[in-house]
T-cell receptor
Framework: ETGVTQSPTHLIKTRGQQVTLRCSSQ?????VSWYQQALGQGPQFIFQ???????GRGNFPPRFSGLQFPNYSSELNVNALELDDSALYLC???????????????FGPGTRLLVL | GESVGLHLPTLSVQEGDNSIINCAYS??????FIWYKQESGKGPQFIID?????DKRQGQRVTVLLNKTVKHLSLQIAATQPGDSAVYFC????????????FGTGTRLTIIP
């Protein structure tokens, strides 16, 4: 088991609503990445947060947004939920050290979101 | 990509036998590759990684081979156990793996007792 935790574990929302998912990074890690894994698919990169700023974004619309806090934990917010947003949302933490590079990502258990 | 689901490539192996899972990657500039194991209802679990300046790396019961010429990775699992049953993904990830990860097609491995 990694030290990455996510909450809630499961969530049911209706179309048009907004949702906030939370992630606590592994001890010693300062970078959080979020992925969406639809049923039958591999994880797709949403965005990454480092030093409390977005540090790279995948092909997701602006209604997907995030935050990183001083303790390196993070939130993923999705506005105006659509049926296709139903998926497993994964958080991964890693360590980044500026010009020295970093280390690989370790995943949390995910939050299963169902949009009705 | 594909993972859990009807179109997921599958591999069935007798318990105790060795298994080989293959993966093709797309970005010839990638420098870092990772294999993850994902059990049902769980997040991907790190298994082993390899950098582009290596051809082979071994871990406990696992070996990763990298062929940069044909952009191909393989994961070999020795003496498979029932707990090895899962979906396996390869991923490519920048220089150190702390950047965006791009996942390949998953493979469902089933160990037959």
């Amino acid at each position: 088991e990694t030290g990455v935790t996510q909450s809630p574990t499961h969530l049911i929302k209706t179309r048009g609503q907004q949702v906030t998912l939370r992630c606590s990074s592994q001890s010693g890690h300062n970078t959080v990445s979020w992925y969406q894994q639809a049923l039958g698919q591999g994880p797709q990169f949403i965005f990454q947060y480092y030093r409390e700023e977005e540090n790279g974004r995948g092909n997701f619309p602006p209604r997907f947004s995030g935050l990183q806090f001083p303790n390196y934990s993070s939130e993923l917010n999705v506005n105006a939920l659509e049926l296709d947003d139903s998926a497993l949302y994964l958080c991964a933490s890693s360590w980044t050290s500026g010009s020295l590079g970093g280390e690989t990502q370790y995943f949390g258990p995910g939050t299963r979101l169902l949009v009705l | 990509g594909e993972s859990v689901g009807l179109h997921l490539p599958t591999l069935s192996v007798q318990e105790g036998d060795n298994s080989i899972i293959n993966c093709a990657y797309s970005n010839s500039a990638s420098d870092y590759f990772i294999w993850y194991k994902q059990e049902s209802g769980k997040g991907p679990q790190f298994i082993i990684d390899i950098r582009s300046n290596m051809d082979k790396r071994q871990g406990q019961r696992v070996t990763v081979l990298l062929n940069k010429t044909v952009k191909h990775l393989s994961l070999q699992i020795a003496a498979t156990q029932p707990g090895d049953s899962a979906v396996y993904f390869c991923a490519e990830g920048g220089d150190f793996g702390n950047e965006k990860l791009t996942f390949g097609t998953g493979t469902r491995l089933t160990i037959i007792p």
